[in-house]
């Protein structure tokens, strides 16, 4: 994986390539940007570029992710093979199976392919001992080395503590790459000992050219692209698992059919508690793209209402109406609603209580719902 081969992001991957021709590169740099967007793979292509240089034989391991200087840690959890104490090097061949196969893929993908979604995702301390550890060690290669850390948000503190000192004090010829969706998120004294770098939307354009390479027809490359806003993953995800998008919008029009239904009926807020229930039933990474879905429509409603059909990407999977759901979305009640449901994700990434956190906002909903245009 080369940089020049990256969908999009031109002005960054230019910067990253003259800091690799110039010889100025930071020690310790941070990758901001969303799953999808190509962050992951930049980070990737920005670490063989550094440790490869020109050797042809150097970029054949760096493109099979086996370069013994190059050295990855990521978000994992407990598994029936792994039934304590995970590690990324527990993880490293089925990590290189899932960069081969969705090198824009996002943390969720990555819980799913593991089979973890049913739990949170973390870089424990132990992980950050072994890097702190690889680092001390001289290059395989005798040039430079370098750590990519994915979804560095998800070190606990205890492991980012261990971390800061190599950071702070790095071995000659060693680099950081820490790669997150929200720099606020990174422990603070990390944050500012890094170079930042942000990977904002992908254009139009670039996923569209991009999926027609990859054999999808010119017509469905131009609506998914559409319907990603700007994010390659989210793209191919669409064009991948329909099957769970149509399992969304059914949970959605169950949702707010029964929502509308709750206002004053007690018969009916019994079944807004059965519907938390069910959602509650499944992991968290799945629940929160089920909310992530519910803010896409709520926005596509939104604009529909307002007469602006055509800047809408949503596109129904069954035979819910969006025309007649718009109706009830409009300027008095879009940004309570957009709030409660980000809230609601926020909570499920802190491990708040699902069913509790479904059900406040059901009830939420239906208020929201029911609320009259100005």
């Known amino acids: 994986m080369r940089l020049k081969d990256i969908v999009g992001q031109h002005s960054q991957k230019k910067a990253l390539l003259e800091s690799v021709s110039s010889g100025r590169v930071a020690h310790a740099q941070l990758f901001e940007g969303h799953d999808g967007q190509g962050v992951l793979v930049a980070a990737i292509a920005y670490a063989n570029a550094v440790v490869c240089g020109n050797n042809n034989n150097s970029f054949l391991k760096a493109a099979g992710y086996v370069h013994p200087d190059i050295h990855f840690v990521f978000p994992t959890a407990t598994t029936k093979e792994v039934a304590s104490k995970p590690s990324s090097d ?53 040039g430079w080395k370098c750590v990519v850390i994915w979804h560095a948000e998800k070190l606990t503190v205890a492991a980012s503590n261990k971390l ?68 390659m993953g989210a793209a191919l995800a669409l064009f991948e698992q329909q099957d769970e998008q149509l399992l969304y919008e059914g949970w959605f029009v169950k949702w707010v059919r029964t929502a509308f239904r709750a206002k004053g009926n007690k018969a009916v807020v019994l079944e807004l508690s059965e519907w938390s229930q069910e959602l509650a039933a499944n992991g968290v990474e799945t629940q929160k793209q089920f909310l992530a879905f519910a803010i896409a429509v709520m926005r596509a409603a939104l604009l529909e209402h307002y007469g602006l059909k055509e800047l809408t990407s949503y596109r129904p999977y069954t035979d819910f109406k969006l025309s007649k759901f718009a109706a009830f979305v409009h300027g008095a009640n879009i940004i309570p609603i957009i709030n409660a449901l980000e809230k609601s994700a926020y909570y499920l990434e802190r491990n708040g209580n699902a069913q509790m956190i479904f059900t406040d906002l059901s009830f939420a909903l239906t208020r929201f719902l029911h609320k009259k245009a100005a």
């Open 164 to 231: 800061l000192k190599s950071i702070e004090e790095p071995p000659e010829k060693t680099l950081f790459l820490l790669v997150c969706t929200d720099e606020n998120q990174v422990l603070a004294t990390i944050r500012s000992r890094c170079q930042r770098t942000h990977f904002g939307r992908l254009s139009h354009e670039d996923i569209v050219s991009h999926l027609v390479e990859k054999g999808v027809s010119i017509e469905d490359s131009r609506s998914l692209s559409s319907q990603a806003d700007g994010n």
């Open 90 to 142: 527990e993880f490293i061949i089925q990590w290189r199976q899932f960069l081969q196969e969705k090198p824009y893929g996002s943390l969720y993908e990555w819980s799913q392919f593991l089979g973890i979604e049913n739990k949170q995702a973390v870089i424990p301390v132990g992980d950050a001992i072994r890097t702190t550890q690889k680092v001390s060690l001289k290059s395989f290669e005798g």
